[in-house]
């Protein structure tokens, strides 16, 4: 990691072995997909901390995205090789998360997820920006409030896109406008509830002539994904109001479901990883 850039770097044989038999030997790698138009969206598993099944690699889940806690480096592996062996790389050209809820909460250069992120786009030479997507009014959490609550306006009237991101948590910005034209963007986030979020930055990148790609590491269990039936009139680069809530296509949770082996088997990868040891 000191020599180089590329790659991730361990320090022990049973790191790499860890790594190996652990999370590239997985053969049920997405648990959720919709696949409709313009909607590309995958998840690895379920979330909940409720069903006993689910419950341990859901509470962890938790834990990581929110307060760092729990196995985080468990997660950023889980993601990078999911996305890596399922192909859902194929043609990226850019990739970015999702903002948080706090328009104030700057995302730190040693996070582990986009550290992890940024290191894969060296790799396979795509360019990892942390801030193309920004948060410019605070914004309601998905999870605490009532589905009724749950809204588009509340998250396209609190992003936009960021004309000149930092690449590679780059000290200055790029001087240059980015161009997303024709470019395919990869959205990674933690926990899909309702989709709306995902959804909105989808409109963002769709509206700056780009393509956007989604994928979270868990998905709410029991819930539908809210896809926009049109395209909602907002300039991507700026902070935009649309006045009514737009009209959606709603998604099924069991509609989505692509493999139902995988929840096993990410339990299974968890309590793996939990517990490894080599010798």
């Given amino acids: 990691g000191q020599l180089s850039s590329y790659g991730f770097a361990v320090k022990t044989v049973s790191e790499l072995a860890r790594f190996c038999f652990v999370f590239a030997m997985r053969k049920h790698p997405l648990f959720f997909a919709l696949n409709n138009g313009g ?3 995958h998840s690895a598993g379920p979330f909940s901390t409720m069903i006993d099944a689910y419950a341990l690699f859901g509470e962890d889940a938790k834990q990581a995205a929110k307060f760092g806690y729990g196995h985080p480096e468990f997660w950023f592996y ?8 399922s192909g859902l790389l194929i043609g990226v050209k850019y990739i970015c998360t999702y903002p948080g809820h706090s328009a104030s909460a700057a995302t730190p250069s040693d996070d582990s997820l986009q550290a992890a992120l940024m290191r894969l786009g060296k790799c396979l030479r795509m360019s990892f920006y942390h801030d193309l997507l920004i948060r410019h009014t605070s914004a309601a959490k998905s999870q605490p409030i009532k589905a009724a609550q749950r809204t588009f306006v509340n998250q396209i009237q609190s ?4 004309q000149h991101p930092h690449k590679n948590f780059a000290a200055a910005p790029n001087k240059g406008a980015i ?3 024709d470019k395919v963007v990869l959205v990674v986030d933690d926990i899909c509830t309702s989709g709306r979020s995902l959804e909105s930055a989808r409109a963002y990148i769709e509206a700056a002539g780009g393509e956007a790609r989604l994928f979270t590491w868990l998905r709410t269990i029991n819930t539908s994904y809210w896809e926009l039936a049109a395209a909602p009139r907002i300039k991507p680069y700026q902070a935009n109001s649309i006045g009514k809530e737009p009209s959606s296509i709603q998604h099924s949770y069991h509609s989505g479901i692509v493999d139902g082996k995988a929840p096993h088997e990410l339990s299974q990868v968890f309590n793996a990883y939990s517990s490894w040891s080599w010798s």
């Fill in 159 to 162: 992003i936009q896109l960021n």
């Fill in 39 to 41: 909607l590309i969206y």
């Fill in 179 to 181: 161009n997303l034209r």
């Fill in 78 to 85: 889980l993601t990078i090789s999911t996305l890596y062996f």
